[in-house]
């Protein structure tokens, strides 16, 4: 790695297109676990302009007929256009001009059973041509999880400034001390390193939308003063230190009028800002069986654990799966140089796998994800967020003992 580089990671508030359509498809799955803890949910959402489609697998067994097999509509069991329009009354649209509006939009439903064929390998029962009764991975995948002690968090430093600024945003839209703030908005930051830390910001872009009626420079000063000097380390911004504000002048029209909307397209925005790898699976609207989902919590956690413990300054984990098999195919620490004197990636490889278990099943239960908790993840990145099972340190004991 070079001694100084500049890194830039961004963020996109909860009015983003692609956005909206994460946290429906996470409202969907939330109010199915709330239903049944064992429901399978793949939802899938599209948005554009005054329309919402939702579509994929979705199957909840007490919607099941054990005497006819048969499978009572999704409807049955929630209300699925007021959990849609919620989500939506929930990030902001409700303006008397919102061409998107929770109150307004049409729903399309094009939601089915899951297949009994990816069924048969998920469930922990025996089947024609499945090598074992376990639960098994949902599909066949890499995961990724990364930490690093850059912040409180364990967080790469320029993810956790564009996801604050976010907040910050929301904060501020959703209080009312302005009243021209709207929900689509971005965020990015760009930070200077000099051998490997953090030292400068060099420009910060924050795009938000606005109503028609507010001039550029009061959304220039406002933003600057009240959203970037509030949230960004004063020590790392400089007289040099770039300021992009609505960088095209003008972001009247914004959400799903000026753009569409699908769920899993912010999947670096989702994780590490492209700092840590990633496997490429989305997360939103899935339930804990697909381990897109589950492994990547699973991954985080570990890493997290790694470097909380000191063990380096810098953990990413890679591991794999075959669909309906319930080991990984691999397992693989890189701490990139960073580990303490005398701890190889190898060490620390035997020592995760004696601490922590891979089976998706075991996953599951570890982290205890069969609950309606997903909605708190959608925004401003699935990691580094306190009280997520996932950022839990309580392994770290037993991983420092596994290295004795």
Not at 83 to 89: G, K, L, T
Request: proline share 4%; net charge neutral.
């Amino acid at each position: 790695m070079a001694k100084s580089f500049v890194f830039s990671s961004e963020s996109v508030g909860e009015g983003h297109p692609d956005k909206v359509a994460d946290l429906i498809s996470d409202s969907v799955l939330d109010a199915c676990l709330a239903v049944d803890r064992q429901s399978r949910v793949a939802c899938e959402t599209f948005v554009k302009s005054n329309v919402v489609v939702v579509g994929g697998e979705i199957t909840i067994p007490k919607l099941q007929d054990k005497r006819t097999g048969r499978t009572k509509p999704i409807e049955e069991a929630i209300n699925l256009g007021q959990v849609i329009r919620d989500a939506i009354r929930d990030i902001g649209y409700v303006n008397d001009d919102d061409v998107f509006h929770a109150d307004s939009v049409f729903i399309n439903n094009y939601l089915t059973a899951q297949s009994a064929d990816i069924a048969q390998g998920v469930d922990a029962r025996k089947a024609e041509g499945k090598k074992t009764a376990e639960q098994g991975a949902g599909d066949q995948g890499i995961m990724f999880g990364y930490a690093c002690n850059e912040t409180a968090e364990l967080m790469p430093t320029p993810i956790m400034f564009a996801h604050r600024l976010g907040r910050k945003l929301t904060q501020i839209r959703k209080s009312g001390a302005v009243a021209w703030l709207r929900p689509d908005a971005k965020s990015q930051v760009s930070v200077r390193y000099e051998d490997g830390r953090p030292v400068e910001v060099v420009n910060v872009v924050i795009s938000t939308q606005h109503t028609e009626d507010v001039r550029h420079g009061t959304i220039e000063k406002y933003l600057i003063e009240n959203v970037i000097k509030k949230v960004i380390d004063a020590k790392l911004l400089t007289r040099n230190t770039e300021y992009l504000i609505n960088p095209t002048g003008r972001f009247v029209i914004g959400g799903p009028q000026g753009d569409s909307g699908l769920t899993g397209r912010k999947i670096i925005v989702d994780t590490y800002g492209g700092w840590g790898r990633h496997g490429g699976g989305a997360f939103s609207g899935k339930d804990p069986s697909k381990v897109d989902r589950s492994a990547a919590y699973m991954g985080r956690w570990v890493a997290k654990t790694i470097v909380a413990a000191g063990l380096a300054e810098h953990a990413e984990i890679q591991f794999a799966y075959a669909i309906g098999h319930p080991q990984p195919v691999s397992v693989h620490v890189n701490t990139f140089g960073t580990a303490k004197p005398g701890l190889s990636d190898e060490r620390i490889t035997a020592a995760v796998q004696q601490v922590f278990s891979f089976k998706p099943a075991d996953i599951v239960a570890a982290l205890d994800l069969k609950r309606p908790i997903y909605r708190q993840t959608t925004n401003y990145g699935h990691f580094g967020k306190p009280g997520m099972p996932w950022e839990s340190t309580t392994k770290v004991a037993a991983l420092k003992a596994a290295l004795r």
